[in-house]
């Protein structure tokens, strides 16, 4: 069975700082890998998409990276800001699978 | 496209009732989820349907709950009777039906059972 954890559950910087999310999972035998952000309140916005076969994606001060066979990614965000704060949620799908099995997120506040 | 679309936003409810929540999907994804997240467990699949069938519906709780999809666009989520364990946030989602595919998902049902 699949099991996602993310680490570490919550995270407070200072405007200005790079900072990484880590999420890690026990079946390396994923399809791909899916970064989500969730503001209080709101629903999951897709963040970054990575296909097995990848090693990292990027979108704007975003970069995620994924190392199937250590079963392991990360999420980069560069020169943070106050509206980066929400939760950031991991979702792995496995081979063979459609559903997604999700981490229980990182509560991630900068603070100006 | 308005992207995933959920309908009530917020429901509360006293216990016993029927509760019915309700979701439209990307038109042209063939993929549609139903998601139960509580601060206790997270995110929790329930079922999903792949063009309008159930394919896996094992993380449904209960005979309490359950789903239909009878068309491409519409999908139900219904609970009867509810119970005070069930309040939640039941988000939808769908994706398309080629391998490698976002999954994307609606602002969610905040429901609440008194």
């Known amino acids: 069975k699949q099991e996602v954890t993310q680490i570490p559950a919550a995270l407070s910087v200072p405007e200005g700082e790079n900072l990484v999310l880590n999420c890690s999972f026990t079946?390396?035998?994923?399809?791909?890998l899916q970064w989500f952000r969730q503001d209080p309140g709101k629903g999951l916005t897709s963040l970054l998409l990575?296909?097995?076969?990848?090693r990292e994606q990027t979108s704007g001060r975003l970069n995620a990276s994924l190392d199937k066979s250590s079963g392991r990614s990360t999420l980069y965000i560069a020169a943070s800001q106050p509206g980066d704060s929400a939760t950031y949620l991991c979702?792995?799908?496995?081979?063979?699978?459609?559903?997604?099995?999700f981490g229980t997120g990182t509560r991630l506040l900068v603070s100006p | 496209d308005a992207g995933v679309i959920q309908s009530p936003r917020h429901e509360v409810t006293e216990m016993g009732q029927e509760v019915t929540l309700r979701c439209k999907p990307i038109?042209?994804?063939?993929?549609l989820f139903w998601y139960r997240q509580t601060m206790m467990r997270g995110l929790e699949l329930l079922i999903y349907?792949?063009?309008?069938?159930?394919?896996?519906d094992s993380g449904m709780p209960e005979d309490r709950f359950s789903a239909k999809m009878p068309n491409a666009s519409f999908s139900t989520l219904k609970i009867q009777p509810s119970e005070p364990r069930d309040s939640a946030v039941y988000f939808c989602?769908?994706?398309?039906?080629?391998?490698?595919?976002?999954?994307?998902f609606g602002q969610g049902t905040r429901l609440t059972v008194v």
């Open positions: 979702a792995v799908r496995n081979t063979g699978f459609q559903k997604l099995v």
């Open positions: 990575i296909q097995s076969s990848q």
């Open positions: 349907f792949n063009n309008n069938v159930p394919i896996d």
């Open positions: 038109s042209g994804h063939d993929y």
């Open positions: 079946d390396s035998a994923i399809y791909n």
């Open positions: 989602a769908s994706s398309q039906d080629t391998r490698g595919t976002e999954a994307f």
